[in-house]
């Protein structure tokens, strides 16, 4: 834990039964050398006793705008701009969907609307809450505004069910934010260069063919690259996502021009990780009106296969260039995924299998296998930031 040391964090403490776990992480990350600002909400105080955090912090705690007594105000601009980290511990269904729409009523949210700094969230609710799409819908939109979230685990809940919705352990939490220091700068002065996403082949105004990628991955990749300290450049496919934060964002539509952006900013680049689900094939030919109904079948559309952006990439490859292909399989994953790296002169290919349930297209999680010619790192399912962060971690190793 010794990235901690000296590291200034917001603990947010929310009003639920998990509260009693934020005293454990704060005594570990005080124990590391951070030093810490609790932030807790009037309902968090039906939880823990301030005394006991403050007496733990060092720190009068702070949850009001002002002091009662002496009106003194409490400011959460100064919080923001002091906080290296802000970890919200633990972060109840009312807490996410308030971050996510900006209802500022508590310090908690004045704090984190304020805040500077990377923000994580560890969530804990019962399991219905955790499921409901509401809470599903606001942890995507904290997730897209650069949130991490810190997954809940599955176990007894304090209603006695047993489901998702258990608070990561506080030893957990603290493990992320010291990794989160760690690497903070690990990539700084590298230049990276990610595809996303999937490309629309145009067959006509209205038409085309496409795939149902959503970019989540190499979004993920971008965002966490830029976070430690790399310039990047994202080309991307059609996605309904908003550009990561600090990452230069071009936006391509087809195949071509995806590769055309890549071979423009490739000579100039250090690492370069290929996680768009480019389209195979292209039809022949462009129809430039609209095929119209009334025809009674219309003739096949003639397809041609598209440029292979990563073996392109792969043959103009200098010495010290690194290149990252992914590689999704339904069946002889590895030797499938071995065979792409040799073929396409990558480095290292991740694998994920459409076999395993939450990996794959469109799902917040993946599961990935890290191959190299010498080994194979199988890594578990976690949600695509922290996959991100693991395929970041083995390219440091190789660089
Ligand atoms: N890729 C690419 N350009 C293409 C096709 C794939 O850059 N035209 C990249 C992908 O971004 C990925 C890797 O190559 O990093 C493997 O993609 P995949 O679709 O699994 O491989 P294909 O070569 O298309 O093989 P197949 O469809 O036969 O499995």
Redesign the pocket.
């Known amino acids: 834990m010794s990235n901690l040391k000296g590291k200034h964090i917001i603990l947010g403490i929310s009003g639920g039964i998990a509260a009693y776990k934020s005293v454990v992480l704060l005594r570990l990350l005080v124990k590391a050398g951070a030093e810490v600002q609790v932030v807790i909400t009037p309902n968090g105080k039906e939880f823990i006793t301030p005394v006991t955090l403050s007496a733990l912090s060092g720190k009068p705690v702070v949850s009001e705008f002002f002091t009662a007594n002496t009106g003194e105000w409490h400011s959460h601009v100064d919080l923001g701009l002091w906080a290296d980290a802000m970890v919200i511990a633990p972060a109840t269904a009312s807490t996410l969907a308030k971050m996510a729409t900006g209802v500022a009523d508590n310090m908690l949210i004045t704090t984190y609307l304020s805040a500077k700094a990377p923000v994580f969230v560890a969530p804990a609710m019962d399991l219905d809450m955790m499921a409901h799409p509401t809470t599903t819908r606001n942890l995507a939109t904290l997730q897209a505004d650069g949130v991490t979230i810190i997954e809940p685990a599955t176990g007894e809940l304090a209603s006695h069910l047993v489901g998702r919705g258990r608070m990561e352990e506080p030893e957990k939490i603290a493990a992320v934010l010291d990794s989160f220091f760690g690497r903070n700068h690990d990539m700084a002065g590298r230049k990276v260069l990610i595809?996303a996403g999937p490309?629309y082949e145009r067959i006509d105004p209205v038409r085309f063919i496409g795939n149902f990628s959503s970019g989540k991955m190499g979004y993920a990749l971008a965002a966490c690259a830029a976070a430690r300290g790399a310039e990047v450049t994202l080309v991307s496919g059609p996605t309904e996502l908003p550009d990561p934060p600090g990452v230069n964002t071009v936006r391509v539509e087809s195949?071509r021009q995806?590769?055309e952006a890549c071979e423009k900013a490739f000579d100039n680049t250090d690492v370069a990780?290929?996680?768009?689900?480019?389209?195979?094939y292209a039809p022949r030919h462009y129809a430039d009106h609209k095929i119209k109904r009334e025809h009674d079948a219309v003739e096949a559309i003639e397809l041609v296969?598209?440029?292979?952006?990563?073996?392109?990439?792969g043959a103009r490859k200098r010495d010290g260039q690194l290149l990252?292909?992914?590689?999704?399989?339904t069946d002889n994953a590895e030797a499938?995924a071995r065979e792409?790296l040799v073929?396409?002169n990558?480095d290292m290919?991740?694998l994920n299998s459409l076999a395993d349930k939450g990996a794959g297209f469109g799902t917040d999680t993946n599961k990935v296998t890290v191959i190299t010619p010498e080994s194979a790192t199988a890594f578990s399912l976690k949600s695509k930031n922290a996959v991100a962060a693991d395929i970041l971690d083995c390219i440091i190793k190789k660089l």
């Open positions: 595809t490309t195949a995806m590769l990780i290929m996680a768009a689900a480019v389209a195979d296969k598209n440029p292979d952006i990563a073996a392109t990439l990252v292909g992914f590689a999704l399989e499938n792409k073929r396409k990558l290919i991740v």
